[in-house]
């Protein structure tokens, strides 16, 4: 699970000046997989997914924008990834 500590060693950010707003990244960053995946389970795919939409978020701080393409692609793959390969994994293992 990404939690403060694990988000500014990834951003790189030893200062606590914007801990509140990397929380707040934090959590959106766990709605935005909670929507886009319908089913949220802590795992190094959505650590990482959670990692790069805070980096991204923090680093554009505007308010109109748009998503780079190499983080639109990542988050997209890793997605992907939660979505179909946890119902393959279920299924054969036997649940539905």
Do not use: P
């Amino acid at each position: 699970m990404v939690d403060l500590k694990k988000a500014k060693d990834y951003l790189r950010i030893d200062y606590e000046e914007d801990d509140e707003f990397i929380r707040s990244l934090i959590a959106a960053s766990k709605i935005y997989l909670e929507n886009a995946c319908g089913n949220f389970k802590s795992s190094e795919l959505t650590d990482l997914a959670q990692l790069i939409l805070v980096e991204h978020w923090n680093d554009n701080r505007t308010l109109v924008g748009t998503v780079s393409d190499s983080v639109k692609h990542s988050v997209d793959a890793i997605i992907f990834q939660i979505r179909y390969c946890e119902q393959v994994e279920n299924n054969e293992s036997g649940q539905t």
